[in-house]
């Protein structure tokens, strides 16, 4: 009897393993998919509220940026969807841990500039001015 119950043991623990293993691949696949498809792109995250990210969106208004600059902008305190986006590029592309990764933060095409000062600045070297 003790034999059939530790047999019985070590197949749910192999199972949870493989379980767990065919997760992790999963994962690791959509999170390589989603980059992939994001490598092109510019994509301004912000959250609504950020004092920083209100200079950054005032530099838009006063420069017609979003007229003259094809880029997404993606909220990230309420939409959590956006906010994995986020942390998946800021992790994964700009080698950041997650405590160091805030708002604002723009992902430039395979590069990535974060703090008001510098995403301002790096869209004045765009428009030239």
């Known amino acids: 009897?003790?034999?059939?119950?530790?047999?019985?043991?070590?197949?749910?623990i192999l199972a949870i393993i493989g379980i767990a293993i065919?997760?992790?691949?999963?994962?690791?696949?959509?999170?390589n998919l989603l980059l992939g498809s994001i490598e092109n792109k510019m994509i301004f995250f912000f959250g609504e509220g950020c004092p920083h990210c209100a200079n950054v969106e005032q530099f838009f208004k006063e420069?017609?940026?979003?007229?003259?600059?094809?880029?997404?902008?993606?909220?990230?305190?309420s939409d959590k969807g956006n906010a994995n986006l986020l942390i998946?590029?800021?992790?994964?592309?700009?080698?950041?841990?997650?405590?160091?990764?805030?708002?604002?933060?723009?992902?430039?095409?395979?590069?990535?500039?974060a703090g008001d000062k510098p995403i301002i600045d790096s869209f004045k070297e765009k428009l030239k001015i």
Do not use: H
Not at 1 to 12: A, E
Not at 22 to 31: A, K, L, V, W
């Open 22 to 31: 065919f997760y992790r691949n999963e994962t690791n696949q959509r999170d």
């Open 88 to 113: 998946l590029i800021a992790k994964k592309k700009c080698g950041l841990k997650e405590n160091e990764i805030g708002v604002p933060f723009l992902w430039d095409k395979g590069s990535c500039v």
């Open 1 to 12: 009897m003790n034999k059939k119950i530790s047999f019985l043991i070590f197949l749910i």
């Open 63 to 77: 420069n017609d940026v979003e007229k003259k600059i094809q880029f997404e902008k993606k909220e990230v305190w």
